[in-house]
Nanobody, 125 residues
């Protein structure tokens, strides 16, 4: 099982990025997915999470209206569309997956079984 996070990079304030989380060895349709981030000197936090069924979504207050999580079942990939980026969004972003039949989005990182390697997002002028 492998999750491959990609799409990070350097972007100016106000810019946009799309992160991808591609899975191999599992079918993401049956998994709850979370995007987390960890900035230097800070704890890892949930950014946006999506449940396996009905695609219910959680978004942290700090990213509501700016970040959108979605899944492409045909590509077995989950995306995090990020817009209006600001320097506070600078962090390493991780995707994570845990098998889920039904239930709400999972916001607690300890509940996830599989993690991607992280992709660095730097917002700077």
């Amino acid at each position: 099982v492998q999750l491959q996070a990609s799409g990070g990079g350097l972007v100016k304030p106000g810019g946009s990025l799309r992160l991808s989380c591609a899975a191999s060895g599992l079918t993401l349709d049956y998994y709850a997915i979370g995007w987390f981030r960890q900035a230097p000197g800070k704890e890892r936090e949930a950014v946006s999470c999506i449940s396996s069924s009905e695609d219910n979504v959680y978004s942290a207050d700090s990213v509501k209206g700016r970040f959108t999580i979605s899944r492409d079942k045909g590509k077995n990939t989950v995306y995090l569309e990020m817009s209006s980026l600001n320097p506070d969004d600078t962090a390493v972003y991780y995707c994570a997956a845990v098998a889920q039949d039904y239930g709400p989005p999972i916001r607690t990182d300890a509940e996830y079984d599989y993690w991607g390697q992280g992709t660095l997002v730097t917002v700077s002028s």
